[in-house]
DNA sequence: TTGACGTATTCCCATATGGGCATATGATGG
DNA sequence: CCATCATATGCCCATATGGGAATACGTCAA
């Protein structure tokens, strides 16, 4: 098999740097497929196939203006993974702790190592 | 240009669920390449190969114990994914309503279009 | 109808994935 | 040194990506 599909979800759709930029642009309000195109430096081909992916995972949705298709955010999916990365909360501060207990071990290991000189 | 590398980043490393699940699992402690393995299902090489993702985003640290190598979690780098989506938090419910104008839109056109029956 | 504009789709390519499998590398105990 | 256990790598494959370019599709105005 190959790597997941962009649109098997959030995470995936997500993990596009470009299309995280669109989320973020969309922030402001809505916007035509040729705005985000110029404002993110993309080209309109490009910008229409990540608000593709995007569409299919639900987290823009699309409004019709005559011939403009406004783009919207929907970020309701975006909560799930605020939820799975927040469960890890509790780790972001205990994991120093235990970088600290690694380092002094790695330390006390070097020391108790014969003083040879090849060190790099 | 093909997909960002899944090491580019903590956002492309996890969005393989099977990594989430490595990273959950090793809320509990550290653990071995085998019991990874076991504990989630997967073969042995293929734990090897996800744990070395992870291990390039720096979202796990490696201990040498014995023959074994303890995988441990270091969960800093799932900070700034917390941040970027949590700032998107407002949006979580504001959408709901943007939906509701959405909808009341879609109805109101429904009403103004001729009583046509090709309804689909 | 025709033309112009705004979007979506298609085709091509280089790249790297995740999975299965075999095997290399590493460390340990006899 | 050798056999064994624990991990990491290498190779093969199918798949789908993101990007560029060209083009199809849709809508509006004249």
Redesign the pocket.
């Known amino acids: 098999?190959?790597?997941?599909?962009?649109?098997?979800d959030a995470f995936?759709?997500i993990?596009?740097?470009?299309?995280r930029e669109i989320l973020m642009l969309l922030r402001g309000g809505e916007?035509?497929?040729?705005?985000?195109?110029r404002d993110l430096g993309?080209?309109?081909?490009?910008?229409?196939?990540?608000?593709?992916?995007l569409?299919e995972v639900g987290l823009v949705r699309?409004r019709?203006?005559?011939?403009?298709?406004?783009?919207g955010l929907d970020a309701r999916g975006l909560r799930p993974i605020h939820e799975w990365v927040g469960g890890f909360e509790r780790f972001w501060n205990e994991t120093f702790d235990r970088l600290d207990e690694y380092v002094r071990d790695l330390k006390q290991a070097r020391q108790e190592e014969p003083p040879d000189d090849d060190d790099q």
Chains 1, 2 share one sequence.
């Not at 098999?1 to 098997?8: F, I, L, V």
């Not at 993309?42 to 992916?53: E, G, I, N």
């Open positions: 098999m190959a790597r997941a599909a962009t649109t098997s995936n759709a993990a596009e740097p470009q299309r916007r035509s497929v040729t705005e985000l195109a993309m080209s309109q081909p490009q910008a229409s196939k990540h608000l593709r992916v569409r699309v019709e203006a005559g011939k403009q298709r406004l783009y």
